[in-house]
C-alpha cells in the first residue's frame, strides 16, 4: 500500500456559523490542495468534512498519516480507533477499548460524518498525529478561514458590490527553466490548463542563469492571466518553491533584499512575481524533474529548445 501524507485544517465563524476546511495530500513528493465550505456548521464537524473528502481522493487503499490541530478529530483516532467501531440506531457502541464518552469525545452530534468517515477507514489504514506549528497546518488553516469568510461575507452582505462575487477560476501551471553553461544562453516555458484547455508560452535569453529562467516561467505564466486565479503551481525547482511557499522571498523584500549570507539573488524579478503573489492565490509545488510527468517534461522541452535559439541567435 502506498503511504500518504494528509494535512486538514478548519475555521469557523461563530455569528453565522459560517465554515471552510482544507486538505492537502502529499504522496510521491506531490501536493494536491483542496477545500470548500458550508453554513450552519462547525469547527468540529469541518474538520471531519476535510478529512472525508481528503480520503474520498484517493483512487486505491493507502496507509493514511493524518495530521490535524484538533483534538477532537485526532483523539476519536488515537482512542477510539474508528474502523473498530459501528453505528446503532440510537448510540455509537465500542467494540472494546475506551469509552468515548470516558475521554469526552462526542461522536453523536456528527454521526452521520462519522459514519461516512468510518466507512473510509475500513478501505484505508488512517493513523492520526495531532501536531501544532507545522507549515502545512497553518496552510490549511489559513485557506479554511478564507473559505469561511467568503462565504460569511457572501451571507452578511459584507461585500459592498451590487454584483455577485465570481468565484476564483483555478488554473494548474507548469514552469520550467533552462540554460546553457549556467550563466550562458537560457530558456524559459510553461503550460497553462484551464477547464481542458492548455496553452503554451516559451521565451529565450541570450544572457542569464537557470534560476532567473525558473522565475521568468512563473512570471510569464501569471501575467497572462486575464483575472485573479488560484493557481496550483508546479515547478522541479526547490529555488522557487521553497522561497515562495515558506516565506523566503517576502522576508528577502522586508529586509532590503537581503539575507543573513548576503545580497539575495534575482531582486528584480522577484519583485515582479511577488506582486503577482498578491494578485493571485499561488500555490507551489514541487515536482520532481525528469521523472515521466507529462507537462514537466513538456516544458523542459520547449524551455531547452528556446535555449538553443538563444544561443544561436
Known amino acids: 500500500m502506498k503511504t500518504v501524507k494528509l494535512y486538514v485544517g478548519s475555521s469557523c465563524i461563530n455569528r453565522t456559523a459560517s465554515g471552510g ?7 510521491d513528493g506531490q501536493e494536491k490542495e483542496i ?25 486505491e487503499p493507502c496507509k493514511v498519516k493524518l495530521y490535524s490541530s484538533n483534538q477532537y478529530l485526532c483523539n476519536s ?47 484505508h489504514t488512517v493513523k492520526a498525529f495531532w501536531v501544532q506549528n507545522n507549515h502545512y497546518i497553518q496552510r490549511c488553516s489559513k485557506t479554511a478561514h478564507s473559505e469561511a469568510k467568503v462565504l460569511f461575507d457572501n451571507k452578511t452582505g459584507a461585500k459592498k458590490s451590487n454584483e455577485p462575487e465570481k468565484k476564483m477560476r483555478t488554473v494548474e501551471i507548469y514552469t520550467d527553466g533552462a540554460c546553457i553553461g549556467n550563466p550562458g544562453p537560457g530558456g524559459w516555458a510553461a503550460v497553462l490548463i ?16 537557470n534560476n532567473r529562467m525558473e522565475l521568468s516561467a512563473v512570471i510569464e505564466a501569471l501575467s497572462i492571466l486575464k483575472e485573479p486565479c488560484k493557481v496550483n503551481l508546479y515547478s522541479d525547482s526547490k529555488y522557487v518553491c521553497n522561497s515562495l511557499k515558506l516565506g523566503w522571498a517576502k522576508s528577502w523584500k522586508a529586509n532590503g533584499w537581503q539575507r543573513a549570507t548576503g545580497p539575495a539573488l534575482n531582486p528584480d524579478l522577484w519583485d515582479k512575481l511577488l506582486s503577482l503573489c498578491e494578485i493571485h492565490k499561488v500555490n507551489p509545488i514541487w515536482v520532481k524533474g525528469h521523472s515521466g510527468i507529462k507537462y514537466n517534461e513538456r516544458c523542459d522541452e520547449l524551455a531547452t529548445s528556446a535555449a538553443w535559439a538563444a544561443l544561436r541567435a
Request: charged content about 20%; some cysteine; overall charge positive.
Open 77 to 123: 483516532f488515537t482512542y477510539g480507533k474508528p474502523a473498530s467501531r459501528h453505528l446503532s440506531a440510537t448510540k455509537w457502541k465500542p467494540r472494546g477499548g475506551i469509552s468515548f464518552r470516558k475521554r469526552n469525545i462526542k461522536l453523536s452530534e456528527n454521526i452521520d460524518l462519522w459514519n461516512k468517515l468510518f466507512s473510509l477507514c475500513e478501505t
Open 194 to 209: 484551464y477547464n481542458g484547455h492548455e496553452k503554451e508560452i516559451f521565451g529565450g535569453d541570450a544572457g542569464t542563469t
Open 21 to 27: 476546511w482544507c486538505a492537502i495530500l502529499i504522496q
Open 35 to 59: 477545500f470548500g465550505s458550508s453554513n450552519r456548521t462547525t469547527n468540529n464537524r469541518m474538520q471531519l468534512v476535510a478529512v472525508i473528502a481528503a480520503l474520498s481522493e484517493l483512487e
